[in-house]
């Protein structure tokens, strides 16, 4: 797992939750729409930029390694060899798309039932979806 992965899936778990909430309970989240959206677009944009964040984290590693003929021992092995240092390991893409479809999915299901409860016209559902980047 990964940073990004599991802010989308904290978020996401907690959005969640809301669309189980009862009408009094649901009304204190939508009090608050404007910080959750906000978490929606900050989980997403960490999963979207994954994949620049990870391109310079390579690189930087590999040139200082490089620089520095950087060696790490091998864990485990009865007789400890020196080899060069590993590079980062990257996140799968699928788990940052699944990620990215299940914080989506929360985030558009939470949206709804607040417009189908009520809570906000849909008007403000659609500006909401745009807003947060779930369109």
Same mark, same amino acid.
């Given at each position: 797992?990964?940073?990004?992965? *599991? %802010?989308?899936?904290? &978020?996401?778990?907690?959005?969640?939750?809301?669309?189980?909430?009862?009408?009094?309970?649901?009304?204190? =989240?939508?009090?608050?729409?404007?910080?959750?959206?906000? =978490?929606?677009?900050? #989980? %997403?944009?960490? %999963?979207?930029?994954?994949?620049? @964040?990870?391109? @310079?984290?390579? #690189? #930087?590693?590999?040139?200082?390694?490089?620089?520095? *003929?950087?060696? +790490?021992?091998?864990?485990?092995?009865?007789?400890?060899?020196?080899? $060069?240092?590993?590079?980062?390991? @990257? &996140?799968?893409?699928?788990?940052? =798309? $699944? /990620?990215? @479809?299940?914080?989506? +999915? #929360?985030?558009?299901?939470? %949206? *709804?039932?607040?417009? $189908?409860?009520?809570?906000?016209? +849909?008007? =403000?559902?659609? /500006?909401?979806? $745009?807003?947060?980047?779930? +369109?």
């Amino acid at each position: 797992m990964s940073f990004s992965t *599991e %802010l989308a899936g904290l &978020v996401a778990g907690q959005v969640s939750r809301f669309v189980t909430l009862n009408r009094h309970q649901l009304a204190g =989240q939508v009090a608050n729409l404007d910080f959750w959206l906000a =978490q929606i677009r900050n #989980a %997403l944009a960490a %999963l979207d930029g994954y994949g620049v @964040r990870f391109i @310079r984290m390579h #690189a #930087a590693q590999e040139q200082y390694i490089g620089v520095r *003929e950087i060696t +790490e021992c091998s864990a485990g092995a009865a007789y400890p060899i020196d080899q $060069k240092a590993s590079p980062p390991r @990257r &996140v799968p893409d699928r788990e940052i =798309q $699944k /990620a990215r @479809r299940a914080l989506v +999915e #929360a985030a558009r299901r939470f %949206l *709804e039932r607040c417009r $189908k409860d009520g809570f906000i016209s +849909e008007s =403000q559902l659609s /500006a909401a979806f $745009k807003s947060s980047g779930i +369109e």
